[in-house]
Nanobody
């Protein structure tokens, strides 16, 4: 069982930066692939970026070069550094944990979810 708690969301102007954190419980955190998803009002939850247990990463094209995912297994924490934020990045951001050797990109591949943190980017 893994419990995930996100933090770091907030209101930021376009072009600004935020860093989200996701703290995980459990001694097997390092064995999980971790992902960040987001859900904007009226839209489906979508994959943003993920990191495998070994540190491989994958991001969708819309955030490449702006968002960076990283993990600190000693702290049981995964981070999402978001730079050059745009109004279209506004959403609730969720972290998730999946038991996979690669970077899962679909909702069904993730078994544990956080409660989400709101990110609002003003124009």
């Amino acid at each position: 069982q893994v419990q995930l708690v996100e933090s770091g969301g907030g209101l930021v102007q376009a072009g600004g930066s935020l860093r989200l954190s996701c703290a995980a419980s459990g001694r097997t955190f390092s064995m999980y692939a971790m992902g960040w998803f987001r859900q904007a009002p009226g839209k489906e939850r979508e994959f943003v970026t993920g990191i495998s247990w070994s540190g491989s990463t994958y991001s969708v094209d819309s955030v490449k070069g702006r968002f960076t995912i990283s993990r600190d297994n000693a702290k049981n924490t995964v981070y999402l550094q978001m730079n050059s934020l745009k109004p279209e990045d506004t959403a609730v951001y969720y972290c998730a944990a999946g038991a996979s050797g690669r970077v899962p990109t679909t909702l069904g591949e993730y078994h544990y979810w956080g409660q989400g943190t709101q990110v609002t980017v003003s124009s």
